[in-house]
T-cell receptor, first 115, second 112 residues
């Protein structure tokens, strides 16, 4: 069975500082991995996805994530935080690429940006 | 190009009533997924449907919940005899096969 663990339910960084949101997964097959962002009272927006091509994946809004098989991790980073990055971030895993089965989500990390 | 549409955005039901949540997938998408988000929790997969077929309902509660995606019209998630524990945000997503899922804005169900 798949599972996703997001370390830290809340992460606070200063504006302009590095953002690091942690995600570890378990999967019995080579996984497809996703990061989604959710702004208050809205749906989820896809930030980026890993589909077994390049291990370093670049997404929207300056975010990127690195797939590390040895560490079963897929941490999300952004070099310089902006106030507009304040939101809830979810890591998710799929066996099939996300189009042929339900995604398994982590519990989310609330990102707080300090001015 | 309209995204995934869900209605209503907010729904209030009294205990024992029925709730019907609607989802129209993105144009060209034939796969629909329903998820439930409880407070302080991530999204939990409920059901995956294609037109006129339920592909995977492993996340659906055994009783009171049902879903359909008819040949014509939106997908419907139906909750009969709602209880307070059904209060949550319900999200629909759609995809083409093997592609990522796109999410709607959600329906926030409150049971009083």
């Amino acid at each position: 069975a798949q599972s996703v663990t997001q370390l830290g339910s809340h992460v606070s960084v200063s504006e302009g500082a590095l953002v690091l949101l942690r995600c570890n997964y378990s999967s019995s097959v080579p996984p497809y991995l996703f990061w989604y962002v959710q702004y208050p009272n809205q749906g989820l927006q896809l930030l980026l996805k890993y589909t077994s091509a390049a291990t370093l994946v670049k997404g929207i809004n300056g975010f990127e994530a690195e797939f590390k098989k040895s560490e079963t991790s897929f941490h999300l980073t952004k070099p310089s935080a902006h106030m507009s990055d304040a939101a809830e971030y979810f890591c998710a895993v799929s066996d099939s690429g996300g189009g042929a089965d339900g995604l398994t989500f982590g519990k989310g990390t609330h990102l707080i940006i300090q001015p | 190009n309209a995204g995934v549409m869900q209605n209503p955005r907010h729904l209030v039901r009294r205990r024992g009533q029925e709730a019907r949540l609607r989802c129209s997938p993105m144009k060209g998408h034939s796969h629909v997924y329903w998820y439930r988000q409880l407070p302080e929790e991530g999204l939990k997969f409920m059901v995956y449907l294609q037109k006129e077929n339920i592909i995977d309902e492993s996340g659906m509660p055994k009783e009171r919940f049902s879903a359909e995606f008819p040949k014509e019209g939106p997908s419907i998630l139906r909750i009969q005899q709602v209880v307070r524990g059904d209060s949550a945000a319900y999200f629909c997503a759609s995809s083409q096969i093997t592609y990522e899922q796109y999410f709607g804005p959600g329906t926030r169900l409150t049971v009083t």
